[in-house]
Each structure stands twice: as structure tokens, then as C-alpha cells.
């Protein structure tokens, strides 16, 4: 098994639409929770970041992390064409001094005008 | 403010060929990476460095030699492409290595090995 699983999609909903994208993972002592976007032919770009279960919101963007269930996920609202990306979400072990992110294949989403 | 610069962005070389990818940033980050991403296999990590002078194997480095010589630089180096080597290779950089300092990514260098 994986220590991080996603969905690589793809993924098409139309514009408007409410986005929902997971991720499940196996090693309980994950701790920090992020999610990267990546635009085609682009580095990956920092969208959110979570530590411990709960939400966090930033804009149009909800991160969700229930580590009872470990599993996380990326909500986004009023999706636009612009947020046609690949969405990587990653983890880091608790007090990693290695900084060693897990990263999910990522999930590829189009939203279609 | 660049961030993390990547050169080349593209190259081709054939099997046997060396090269060094450069990756520099200017935002003080003591922890720098090298990735490469693979279709249908995500990000994995070849080597990282937690400061000038240091360097670690990630979970794949075999084929890939790292040096740190100043803070600002982290290079990548290929002795003898093999054409598994043909990917996009991403540095990234952090302020420090614990769960709270992101990682910020340069836009990659396409590689192909012939």
C-alpha cells in the first residue's frame, strides 16, 4: 500500500461547480497536511497548508483533514476555468528534520466555461 | 523576487552524455530539494540538502550526484544519462525542514535521454 493515495482523475465538472479532491494515506504520524497546484508545464505552487484534523478556508478554498479516518481533502467553491490545474496534495512526518514531503500522484481537473 | 530559478529548462542529451541542472534561490531558504516527476508516479525526491555543504539521498538517487557549494545553489548532476532518466526535474527550496516551512518549486527542466 501506498503511504499517500489520490485519485488522478481526470476530473471535468462544469464552471460554477463545487470541487471535491482526496487523499488517503496510511502513516498516522503525518502531521502537516498540504495541498499544491500545478498549472501545465509549471512548478508546483503552494494553495494551502493544514496541521492537525479540522478545516481551513482561504477564499474559495476549504482544506479538510480527519486523521481518525486518514483523509484529507480539498474543496473548492464557484470553480472557474482557471482553476484547471493538477492538484498534488503531500504530508510531512511530525518533527521530520529531514523535511521529506509524501506527495499523491495528483488529480487532474478541468472546469469547463 | 524569482523565487527558484531552474536552467536549463529543457535539454536533450544522449545515453552516456553528463550535465548539471542549476537550481538557485534567493529567498535565504536553508533547505533545498531535487525532485523528478513521472507520469502515473508523482514527485519523489532524489536528493536534499539542509544547508551549504550538506547534501542526503532521497528515495532516488541512484544515477544523480548533488553538490551544495553555496547557500544560494543547489546543483543536480548526471555522470551518464540513461534514458530512465528522462523526466521533469524540480528543485524546491524551504526555510527549514520541519512540517511548518513549505516548499516553494522552481518551474522544472525537461530532460530527455536518447
Known amino acids: 500500500q501506498k503511504e499517500v493515495e489520490q485519485d488522478p482523475g481526470p476530473l471535468s465538472v462544469p464552471e460554477g461547480a463545487i470541487v471535491s479532491l482526496n487523499c488517503t494515506y496510511s502513516?498516522?504520524?503525518?502531521?502537516?497536511f498540504m495541498w499544491y497546484r500545478q498549472y501545465s508545464r509549471k512548478g508546483p505552487e503552494l494553495l494551502m497548508y493544514?496541521?492537525?484534523?479540522g478545516n481551513k478556508e482561504d477564499g474559495r478554498f476549504t482544506a479538510q483533514v480527519d486523521k481518525s479516518s486518514k483523509y484529507i481533502s480539498l474543496f473548492i467553491r464557484d470553480s472557474q476555468p482557471s482553476d484547471s490545474a493538477t492538484y498534488l496534495c503531500?504530508?510531512?512526518?511530525?518533527?521530520?528534520?529531514?523535511?521529506?514531503?509524501?506527495f499523491g500522484k495528483g488529480t487532474k481537473l478541468s472546469v469547463k466555461p | 523576487n524569482a523565487g527558484v530559478t531552474q536552467t536549463p529548462k529543457f535539454r536533450v542529451l544522449k545515453t552516456g552524455q553528463s550535465m548539471t541542472l542549476l537550481c538557485a534561490q534567493d529567498?535565504?531558504?536553508?533547505?533545498m530539494y531535487w525532485y523528478r516527476q513521472d507520469p502515473g508516479m508523482g514527485l519523489r525526491l532524489i536528493h536534499y540538502?539542509?544547508?551549504?555543504?550538506?547534501?542526503a539521498k532521497g528515495e532516488v538517487p541512484d544515477g544523480y550526484n548533488v553538490s551544495r557549494l553555496k547557500k544560494q545553489n543547489f546543483l543536480l548532476g548526471l555522470e551518464s544519462a540513461a534514458p530512465s532518466q528522462t523526466s521533469v526535474y524540480f528543485c524546491?527550496?524551504?526555510?527549514?525542514?520541519?512540517?511548518?516551512?513549505?516548499?516553494?518549486f522552481g518551474d522544472g527542466t525537461r530532460l530527455s535521454i536518447l
Open positions: 493544514t496541521y492537525s484534523s
Open positions: 503531500a504530508m510531512i512526518h511530525y518533527g521530520g528534520s529531514q523535511g521529506n514531503l509524501i
Open positions: 529567498m535565504n531558504h536553508e533547505y
Open positions: 502513516n498516522s504520524a503525518f502531521q502537516y
Open positions: 540538502s539542509v544547508g551549504e555543504g550538506t547534501t
Open positions: 524546491a527550496s524551504s526555510r527549514q525542514g520541519n512540517g511548518n516551512q513549505p516548499q516553494h
